[in-house]
């Protein structure tokens, strides 16, 4: 079993920025795909960013079309934790933001498609 805790969530102003992680238990983290999801109240979960690492510096990363050129995804096999660099945020960022483990080692926006979960972390955008 997986374990995954987010930080980093808090208010922002419109325009700001925050980093978001995700410590994982799992000492072959390394061979998961990770990916960020967010949930804002009366929504579906939405994908937002994933990464998979193949070796060395050399990983793959998709984003959602309202994450890209803001947001970056980027990890750590070291420290098992997974990032989230969120850049010029907007009040539609607002949500809860969630991380997420596959086994599968291949990049997917789907989020049934995830095998693990953390408890989420609030972000909110104040305009």
């Known amino acids: 079993q997986v374990q995954l805790v987010e930080s980093g969530g808090g208010l922002v102003q419109v325009g700001g920025s925050l980093r978001l992680s995700c410590a994982a238990s799992?000492?072959?983290?390394?061979?998961?795909?990770m990916g960020w999801f967010r949930q804002a109240p009366g929504k579906e979960r939405e994908f937002v960013a994933a990464v998979r690492w193949f070796s060395g510096t050399t990983y793959y990363a998709d984003y959602a079309d309202s994450a890209k050129g803001r947001f970056t995804i980027s990890r750590d096999n070291a420290k098992n934790t997974l990032y989230l660099q969120m850049n010029s945020l907007k009040p539609e960022d607002t949500a809860v933001y969630y991380c997420a483990a596959r086994r599968t080692n291949i990049v997917t926006a789907v989020p049934s498609e995830y095998d693990y979960w953390g408890q989420g972390t609030q972000v909110t955008v104040s305009s």
């Open positions: 799992e000492r072959t983290f390394s061979r998961y795909t």
